[in-house]
């Protein structure tokens, strides 16, 4: 049996929400080894207190999960983990290896292993693998799904990943180790209607080819599912044993499969569970119909997130989102006369956008009557479509990557004609614009529960309007 723990590093940027992708990996391996989970985010895992962890706890194998944005305060963790325990076999997961698998021993030559994809199937097999033998053949190496290795000359080698057919099979998180009920407010936006609140996954994998889209290299292209049955079973596990009263359903497709969701509903239904439910995540306005949108109200949803991207129908067309501007308001209007809350994402400064596009996102989002608004700035994510067409034309230097930038607020990229400070104060001019109209703004204020709801959205508030 191995001592294991798995991590995700800390981060101001990030969103403090349940990591229950590595809730995933631990059900998968729990079985046969002792697991633990460490959430940097939650608590505020610098690398004093995690140095000291590592003094007091001694660990087999220590998994942690990366995100591009993570990169540089991970190297922190990746060479204090070497310094204090040497014998400790670090392995690296998540969607930075998953998107740029070929890079990743340049960035951390400190570990030993990664996984690209969805590693609940490898990481079991390659724990049987160090259980058995004390060095791992090249041959058994070769049989771990998804692997990032280097070989005996120091050449990286990237295994097949290998999704999952049936979901059921993975089971549902170890939410025992992950203990949603003890997380703060709001794990998206600032906004929610009950709490506590968990997060859950229903479907995986994205069939589509948005070009600034890392989707499909994380969990495959094609879409697939878990029997309604088992979500109900995990979301009665939530509710009755965490006291978890909304769910947020994080899904990248959740509404592509109709009569899965049809029998979402229902079942949530029947079961007369005191429960609201969201899509903070994003779904596909062009899977939504009147039918579809009531029986989701009627079983819990009151809130939803849509990408609607741009309002420019050929920056649409070069993003290959496969919706125009048209359906794009035919289907928000549907959401609107349900009663339904409707938050719209938007990107701007898009490799082939103009200015006029971006003032023309800024006018359509006002236009669509939607009550939240987010607008992100464009980054070249590693591996994506658009990214690899950059960086053919010469148009990313790779030496000033600031990887800490690669989130929603910040600019690390800006097209042609536009400085990234100009970008930056366009981006800004969204928000101003679309959120201090009358209307959006005291509903804004209207929706505060308390005086610590009130020092998250002023914390967050700050977040996305001047930084």
């Given at each position: 049996?191995?001592?294991?723990?798995?991590?995700?590093?800390?981060?101001?940027?990030?969103?403090?929400?349940?990591?229950?992708?590595?809730?995933?990996?631990?059900?998968a391996i729990r079985a046969k080894h002792e697991v633990k989970i460490l959430d940097g985010v939650k608590?505020?895992?610098?690398?004093?207190?995690?140095?000291?962890?590592?003094?007091?706890?001694?660990?087999?194998?220590?998994?942690?999960?990366?995100?591009?944005?993570?990169?540089?305060?991970?190297?922190?963790?990746?060479?204090?983990?070497?310094?204090?325990?040497?014998?400790?076999?670090?392995?690296?997961?998540?969607?930075?290896?998953?998107?740029?698998?070929?890079?990743?021993?340049?960035?951390?030559?400190?570990?030993?292993?990664?996984?690209?994809?969805?590693?609940?199937?490898?990481?079991?097999?390659?724990?049987?693998?160090?259980?058995?033998?004390?060095?791992?053949?090249?041959?058994?190496?070769?049989?771990?799904?998804?692997?990032?290795?280097?070989?005996?000359?120091?050449?990286?080698?990237?295994?097949?990943?290998?999704?999952?057919?049936?979901?059921?099979?993975?089971?549902?998180?170890?939410?025992?180790?992950?203990?949603?009920?003890?997380?703060?407010?709001?794990?998206?936006?600032?906004?929610?209607?009950?709490?506590?609140?968990?997060?859950?996954?229903?479907?995986?994998?994205?069939?589509?080819?948005?070009?600034?889209?890392?989707?499909?290299?994380?969990?495959?292209?094609?879409?697939?599912?878990?029997?309604?049955?088992?979500?109900?079973?995990?979301?009665?596990?939530?509710?009755?044993?965490?006291?978890?009263?909304?769910?947020?359903?994080?899904?990248?497709?959740?509404?592509?499969?109709?009569?899965?969701?049809?029998?979402?509903?229902?079942?949530?239904?029947?079961?007369?569970?005191?429960?609201?439910?969201?899509?903070?995540?994003?779904?596909?306005?062009?899977?939504?119909?009147?039918?579809?949108?009531?029986?989701?109200?009627?079983?819990?949803?009151?809130?939803?997130?849509?990408?609607?991207?741009?309002?420019?129908?050929?920056?649409?067309?070069?993003?290959?989102?496969?919706?125009?501007?048209?359906?794009?308001k035919e289907k928000i209007n549907l959401l609107r006369e349900a009663g339904l809350e409707v938050s719209?994402?938007?990107?701007?400064?898009?490799?082939?956008?103009?200015?006029?596009?971006?003032?023309?996102?800024?006018?359509?989002?006002?236009?669509?009557?939607?009550?939240?608004?987010?607008?992100?700035?464009?980054?070249?994510?590693?591996?994506?479509?658009?990214?690899?067409?950059?960086?053919?034309?010469?148009?990313?230097?790779?030496?000033?990557?600031?990887?800490?930038?690669?989130?929603?607020?910040?600019?690390?990229?800006?097209?042609?004609?536009?400085?990234?400070?100009?970008?930056?104060?366009?981006?800004?001019?969204?928000?101003?614009?679309?959120?201090?109209?009358?209307?959006?703004?005291?509903?804004?204020?209207?929706?505060?529960?308390?005086?610590?709801?009130?020092?998250?959205?002023?914390?967050?508030?700050?977040?996305?309007?001047?930084?």
């Open positions: 049996m191995l001592r294991v723990l798995l991590m995700k590093p800390y981060s101001e940027a990030d969103e403090l929400i349940p990591p229950f992708g590595l809730g995933y990996l631990a059900t608590e505020k895992l610098t690398l004093v207190k995690f140095k000291k962890i590592l003094e007091r706890e001694k660990f087999d194998v220590i998994g942690i999960q990366i995100f591009t944005f993570h990169l540089n305060a991970a190297k922190g963790y990746v060479r204090l983990i070497k310094e204090a325990s040497p014998e400790t076999k670090i392995v690296l997961g998540g969607p930075h290896p998953s998107c740029d698998p070929e890079n990743i021993f340049s960035y951390f030559p400190e570990i030993d292993w990664a996984f690209r994809g969805e590693a609940e199937i490898g990481l079991a097999r390659l724990l049987d693998l160090m259980s058995e033998e004390k060095e791992i053949s090249r041959p058994a190496l070769l049989t771990v799904p998804g692997l990032i290795w280097r070989d005996e000359n120091q050449k990286t080698i990237v295994n097949s990943p290998l999704f999952a057919e049936d979901l059921d099979s993975l089971g549902y998180p170890s939410w025992d180790l992950l203990r949603p009920d003890n997380y703060p407010l709001a794990p998206h936006g600032a906004f929610f209607k009950n709490y506590p609140i968990a997060p859950i996954i229903i479907t995986r994998g994205c069939p589509f080819s948005c070009t600034y889209c890392a989707g499909p290299l994380v969990s495959g292209r094609k879409i697939r599912k878990r029997s309604v049955g088992l979500v109900i079973e995990e979301i009665k596990d939530l509710y009755h044993n965490y006291g978890i009263r909304e769910i947020h359903i994080e899904d990248d497709n959740f509404t592509m499969d109709r009569n899965l969701v049809l029998e979402f509903c229902q079942k949530l239904e029947e079961n007369k569970l005191d429960i609201t439910w969201t899509c903070p995540n994003g779904v596909r306005l062009d899977t939504l119909d009147k039918e579809l949108i009531l029986a989701m109200k009627n079983s819990g949803l009151y809130s939803i997130s849509v990408g609607i991207e741009s309002g420019s129908e050929k920056i649409l067309r070069d993003m290959r989102k496969g919706l125009g501007k048209e359906k794009i719209g994402f938007f990107i701007v400064g898009y490799p082939t956008e103009t200015k006029e596009d971006i003032l023309a996102t800024i006018a359509f989002a006002k236009e669509l009557g939607i009550k939240r608004a987010g607008f992100s700035a464009f980054k070249p994510f590693p591996g994506t479509e658009i990214t690899k067409y950059l960086a053919e034309r010469g148009e990313l230097d790779k030496d000033k990557e600031d990887w800490d930038k690669y989130v929603l607020a910040q600019v690390v990229y800006a097209p042609p004609g536009i400085s990234k400070n100009e970008l930056k104060n366009l981006r800004r001019r969204a928000l101003r614009e679309f959120y201090f109209r009358p209307k959006i703004a005291f509903g804004f204020i209207s929706e505060i529960k308390n005086f610590k709801h009130l020092t998250l959205v002023a914390k967050r508030s700050y977040r996305w309007f001047f930084k």
